[in-house]
């Protein structure tokens, strides 16, 4: 996998769209200078956490004794229900606010919505699969935090744009993307194994 397929990968994961009408209600009833800064500090600690288990993660899988095979297996299962929910949301799904004048700080806009459980296996996978491509890792991590960045801090422009209906295309358009990725990592694993 080069650079710019893992960064498209990553950022499918990351899936801003998805998270656009989470953070808007989340947010709703913070002032608008004051949400910039939410935002910002929100997404600055989930790429810390994202690098944390970027460069931790292959020290995690040997303490753990976990092989190739099986580590890209399961993160392509992983992809696999992420883009099925992505193609067919869940009702309601996530979209609760906070109290009037809560402040929502780590949990759960930086953890789990940018730094879940699927962007941290499949940073872990990236850094199992190829230790010695960590810096081509890292910049498709800063790649695609940047773009979800730029896209959650101007969402109201972003929405007002697509609006409610091409949103939701996008996020199932990213979910087949994301799909598909899945699938040839299941396949790349099941092969890597078979030989």
């Given at each position: 996998m080069d650079t710019i397929s893992a960064a498209v990968?990553?950022?499918?994961?990351?899936?801003p769209m998805g998270n656009l009408p989470i953070f808007t209600s989340?947010?709703?009833?913070?002032?608008?200078?004051?949400?910039?800064?939410?935002?910002?500090?929100e997404l600055l600690i989930a790429l810390v956490v994202m690098?944390?288990?970027?460069?931790?993660?292959?020290?995690?899988?040997?303490?753990?004794?976990?092989?190739?095979?099986?580590?890209?297996?399961?993160?392509?299962?992983?992809?696999?229900?992420?883009?099925?929910?992505?193609?067919?949301?869940?009702?309601?799904?996530?979209?609760?606010s906070l109290g009037a004048g809560e402040e929502p700080l780590i949990v759960p806009l930086a953890i789990p919505l940018m730094a879940?459980?699927?962007?941290?296996?499949?940073?872990?996978?990236?850094?199992?699969?190829?230790?010695?491509?960590m810096g081509d890792w890292s910049i498709a991590l800063?790649?695609?935090?940047?773009?979800?960045?730029?896209?959650?801090?101007?969402?109201e422009i972003?929405?007002?744009?697509?609006g409610k209906k091409g949103l939701e295309a996008l996020e199932r358009l990213?979910?087949?993307?994301?799909l598909m990725i899945a699938v040839q990592m299941f396949l790349d694993g099941i092969q890597s194994y078979l030989t």
């Open positions: 990968m990553l950022f499918l994961i990351m899936d989340m947010l709703k009833h913070i002032d608008k200078k004051r949400r910039r800064i939410v935002i910002i500090r690098l944390l288990f970027l460069f931790a993660g292959e020290k995690i899988l040997s303490f753990l004794g976990l092989n190739n095979e099986a580590v890209s297996i399961s993160g392509a299962i992983i992809l696999f229900l992420i883009a099925l929910k992505m193609i067919f949301p869940p009702e309601g799904g996530l979209g609760a879940g459980p699927s962007i941290i296996a499949a940073l872990i996978l990236l850094a199992h699969q190829a230790p010695e491509r800063v790649g695609a935090w940047a773009a979800s960045a730029v896209i959650l801090m101007f969402s972003f929405e007002r744009i697509v990213m979910g087949m993307l994301l």
